[in-house]
């Protein structure tokens, strides 16, 4: 049982280039979400996602686009990358939205813009 | 959208109990107060969640007050391996938490 997983795991690019970073599930979780960590601001919730084809935007939505065909898969994709977009980005996922629901998330993927 | 307050680092040594509050000013009637511990390089993990009085369990135990405007979690004798961040997120009335800073606990030897 895999849990939740992302990949790839570290990912540097160039300032300009497209840039998906992917998310999967084993759970059937109906939501998943994406958090990018900095220092300095903590963890910041980017998109979200209810179920599948329903998604919103979190904190700070600019310059990411977010899917979900799939209830598993969650990729999160940088459509013109910036260096302000190097970060550790983390997906997670809960069963519902309910109050006790507890949230898991994956292990991470390092992205460095050059 | 219900934010938390939390103290931004805390240190402590080993064998001390370490208490961290969180102040929960807008937390919804429905709302449940979760703790989460993240390691360097991995992602957060839950660690207690309670409602009101206090919760126990093999990691850590959690006050939270009458008022539930706070809550405070607790560390017994920690070690070196407690080094970590702890969040106290809040929540919207959309399913989403909202995590912000944490406080980042060093413990020393």
């Known amino acids: 049982d895999a849990g939740i997983t992302q990949s790839p795991r570290y990912k540097i690019t160039e300032t300009g280039r497209q840039v998906t970073l992917m998310c999967h599930q084993t759970?059937?979780?109906?939501?998943m979400f994406w958090y990018r960590q900095d220092l300095g601001h903590g963890l910041r919730l980017i998109y979200y996602s209810a179920a599948a084809d329903i998604t919103d935007k979190g904190e700070v939505p600019d310059g990411y686009v977010v899917s979900r065909s799939k209830t598993e898969n969650f990729p999160l994709t940088l459509e013109s990358a910036t260096r302000s977009q190097t970060s550790v980005y983390f997906c997670a996922s809960r069963i519902s939205g309910g109050a006790t629901d507890t949230q898991y998330f994956g292990p991470g993927t390092r992205l460095t813009v050059l | 959208l219900a934010k938390t307050t939390q103290p931004i680092s805390m240190d402590s040594y080993e064998g001390q109990e370490v208490n961290i509050t969180c102040s929960h000013n807008?937390?919804?009637?429905?709302?449940?107060i979760t703790w989460y511990q993240q390691f360097p390089s991995q992602g957060p993990r839950f660690i207690i969640q309670g409602y009101k009085t206090k919760v126990t369990n093999e990691v850590a135990s959690l006050f939270i007050p009458a008022d539930r405007k706070s809550s405070t979690l607790s560390l017994p004798r920690v070690s070196l391996s407690d080094t970590a961040v702890y969040y106290c997120?809040?929540?919207?009335?959309?399913?989403?938490?909202?995590f912000g800073q944490g406080t980042t606990l060093q413990v020393k030897p």
């Open positions: 997120p809040g929540s919207g009335n959309t399913g989403k938490l909202i």
């Open positions: 807008n937390i919804a009637t429905n709302d449940y």
């Open positions: 759970w059937s979780h109906s939501y």
